[in-house]
C-alpha cells in the first residue's frame, strides 16, 4: 500500500516560478526522502530529510518537514524547463521504503 | 563508485513465455536489492526486496518470482508471463538502515 501521498497529481507552470509539491504520510518515520524521474528513466533520490529536521536545503531544492501534521513539502525556486519530471516521496519501514504516486511537473519555456 | 546495471531497456513478450531480468550492482557489497513495477503515470509498486544471498521478502503475491544468487545480482522471473505483468520494471540497491536507494534506468515490458 501507498505510505506517501503527493498533491497536486500535476502542476504545470512556466520557467523562472517556484514550484511546490506536498507529500502526506501515515506512519511515524525516521527520515522522509524525495525523488524525481524522468520519463522512462529509473527515480534519483533528491534529498533526505531527519525526523528532528524541521527544514533543509540543497541547491534550488527546500524541502520542510512537519511531523505534526505528517507531512513534508518540496519547493523549487526559479524553475528551469529542465525540472520537468515527476516528483515522489518516500518513507522508509525497516528494509523497505514506500513512495507515493507523484507529482507530475511541467515546467514551460 | 557504484553503479547498478540493468537489463534489457525493453522487452516485448507473448503471453505465456518466460521472463528473466537482470539487475547487477557493482562498487558495494552487501546491498539491500529491489524490485519495483511502475504502471504508466502511477507511483512505485514493491515486488520484491532482498537482505542478503538467497534471501527474499514478496510483496505482493503474483506471477513473478524474485532470486538472489550472487550478492550483487538479484533477478526477476516468471514461467509464463500474464497480459497483467505488463509495466516498467525498476530495479534499486540500497545501503542497510532506511538510507536513499539507487534506481537502475529500468525494462519497459510489453506482453502482446
Known amino acids: 500500500s501507498q505510505q506517501g501521498e503527493e498533491d497536486p497529481q500535476a502542476l504545470s507552470i512556466q520557467e523562472g516560478e517556484n514550484a511546490t509539491m506536498n507529500c502526506s504520510y501515515k506512519?511515524?518515520?525516521?527520515?522522509l526522502q524525495w525523488y524525481r524521474q524522468n520519463s522512462g528513466r529509473g527515480l534519483v533520490h533528491l534529498i533526505l530529510i531527519r525526523s528532528n529536521e524541521r527544514e533543509k536545503h540543497s541547491g534550488r531544492l527546500r524541502v520542510t518537514l512537519d511531523t505534526s501534521k505528517k507531512s513534508s513539502s518540496l519547493l523549487i525556486t526559479a524553475s528551469r524547463a529542465a525540472d520537468t519530471a515527476s516528483y515522489f516521496c518516500a518513507t522508509p519501514r525497516g528494509n523497505d521504503m514506500r513512495f507515493g504516486a507523484g507529482t507530475r511537473l511541467t515546467v514551460k519555456p | 563508485s557504484q553503479t547498478i546495471h540493468q537489463w534489457p531497456a525493453t522487452l516485448v513478450q507473448p503471453v505465456g513465455s518466460p521472463l528473466s531480468l537482470e539487475c547487477t550492482v557493482e562498487?558495494?557489497?552487501?546491498?539491500?536489492l529491489y524490485w519495483y513495477r511502475q504502471a504508466a503515470g502511477r507511483g512505485l509498486q514493491l515486488l520484491f526486496y532482498?537482505?542478503?544471498?538467497?534471501?527474499i521478502s514478496s510483496e505482493v503475491p503474483q506471477n513473478l518470482s524474485a532470486s538472489r544468487p550472487q550478492d550483487r545480482q538479484f533477478i526477476l522471473s516468471s514461467k509464463k508471463l500474464l497480459l497483467s505483468d505488463s509495466g516498467f520494471y525498476l530495479c534499486?540497491?540500497?545501503?542497510?538502515?532506511?538510507?536513499?536507494?539507487?534506481f537502475g534506468d529500468g525494462t519497459r515490458l510489453s506482453i502482446l
Open positions: 532482498s537482505v542478503g544471498i538467497g534471501q
Open positions: 562498487g558495494t557489497s552487501n546491498p539491500n
Open positions: 506512519t511515524s518515520i525516521n527520515n
Open positions: 534499486a540497491w540500497g545501503e542497510k538502515g532506511e538510507q536513499p536507494q539507487h
